[in-house]
């Protein structure tokens, strides 16, 4: 049984700075890809970021390039999103996601292509 839960968010000002992290229990960590999601009020859940079961690649979507930085540490079982120059429509509910890498395209970026789901974490930007 895999399950994923994050943690980090809060409220923040624009232009500052939030750690995320998303710890997965169960056997296998090092073989998922591990991906972020996001959803805003009353919009649908896009993709954020992915990175591959090895560390070795990264994707990122158009809005966070630059700005946020997606990492994982294989022996702590655990994905990190370093979020910088927050902005008030980054906004939302953040969700971790796992798919074993033998099950998935490069780079999975639709909802459709990860297995488990965490419950998500809040990120509110305002001053």
């Known amino acids: 049984q895999v399950q994923v839960v994050e943690s980090g968010g809060g409220l923040v000002q624009p232009g500052g700075s939030l750690r995320l992290s998303c710890a997965v229990s169960?056997?296998?960590?090092?073989?998922?890809?591990m991906g972020w999601f996001r959803q805003a009020p009353g919009k649908e859940r896009e993709f954020v970021a992915v990175?591959?079961?090895?560390?070795?690649?990264?994707y990122y979507a158009d809005s966070v390039k630059g700005r946020f930085t997606i990492s994982r540490d294989n022996s702590k079982s655990t994905l990190y999103l370093q979020m910088n120059s927050l902005k008030p429509e980054d906004t939302a509910v953040y969700y971790c996601?796992?798919?074993?890498?033998?099950?998935?395209?490069?780079?999975?970026?639709?909802?459709?292509?990860?297995?488990?789901w965490g419950q998500g974490t809040q990120v509110t930007v305002s001053s």
């Open positions: 996601a796992a798919v074993k890498e033998y099950r998935s395209r490069w780079p999975p970026i639709g909802q459709l292509d990860y297995e488990y």
């Open positions: 169960g056997s296998g960590f090092s073989s998922y890809h």
């Open positions: 990175i591959y079961w090895s560390g070795g690649d990264t």
